[in-house]
């Protein structure tokens, strides 16, 4: 541990909300021995949040697949032979149909994603009728469309979007073995386009792509130093693809995730920690650990995008093992 830290650093205001993390102190925390860190992050979670409660988001995929990026990880590049079928932009009505079916099954959250580089302005009419069918419904929205300007992020937010999701997915160092087509860069562009037109910011990354730690902390200082932290972040376990180059990727050391978790809530403490994919690849133990790490937001139902999540039942029975209800719309 760095000698500078002291075991209780983070726990202070010196810390809180408004402060700015430096790589070494974020380390040096990474670092702490594991219940030092996990008291920590339970700490400044319960300050800030139910521990027992967890937002339920559901995804629903609009446009599948034939993207024009070459992010190694994903199933939905047209450059990867992942076997995936594109597909055009779905109805309104089959995505109102899925957001109530959501709706029933607890979600509060709906979230749209479309395999663009960004969104096309024949597009534009499109989404935002889904956006105003899915808030009359009485949901939040949030959508990932890609690279967004400042002109397409206030269109959004007049449709009344309250998320847009857009994540930096590893660290600047890491991010060029990752992605070719966009650079680390553009993403920060688009985030300060998501904020500027007022919408939530929801971004995290990707933790198993065969990065160090310095990678995965680096990437939550960046996420932390933004002018403002952002309102969501999903902490996603890399989902091996096959077809992709990130296919046969070695996978990520389950204490390690946590400690990602961990840091997340301690650097972020007004965030939703999102534990997003990769749940079908956790045991339950691990996932009781990072809610106990302070994640307290996860998607449910089968699918996730493309890939597979865990099933409801199985959901609902780990909710009821650990006491954990699904937090209400109202106290989001
Ligand atoms: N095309 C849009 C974009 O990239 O901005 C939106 C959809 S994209 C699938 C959303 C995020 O899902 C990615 O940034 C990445 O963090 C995550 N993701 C995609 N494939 C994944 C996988 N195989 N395992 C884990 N996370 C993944
Ligand atoms: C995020 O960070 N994780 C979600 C959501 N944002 C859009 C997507 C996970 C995708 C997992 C792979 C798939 O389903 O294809
Ligand atoms: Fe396209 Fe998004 Fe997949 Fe990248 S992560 S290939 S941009 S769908």
Redesign the pocket.
Known sequence: MDADVHPNAGLESVHGAASRWSLEDARAIYELPFNDLIFRAQTVHRRNFDPNRVQLSRLLSIKTGG?P?D?G????SARHESGLTATKLMDLRRVLVEAKKAREAGATRYCM?????SPKDRDMDAVVAMIEGVKELGMETCM????LDLGQAQRLKQAGLDYY???I?TSERYYNEIITTRTFADRLDTLANVRDSGIKVCC???VGMGEEKADRVDMLVTLANLPEPPDSV?I??????KG?P?GDAEPIEPIEFVRTIALARIMMPNAHVRL???RTAMSDEMQALCFFAGANSIFVGET??T?ENPEEDKDSALFRRLGIQPMERSAL
């Open positions: 993207c990026e992010c990880y994903c199933s939905q994603g479309a395999a663009w580089r990932t469309l890609g690279m999701n857009h994540n997915d995290g990354g990707i999903p996603n376990m890399l989902i091996p693809i992709t990130l997003s994919a990769g996730l995008l890939a």
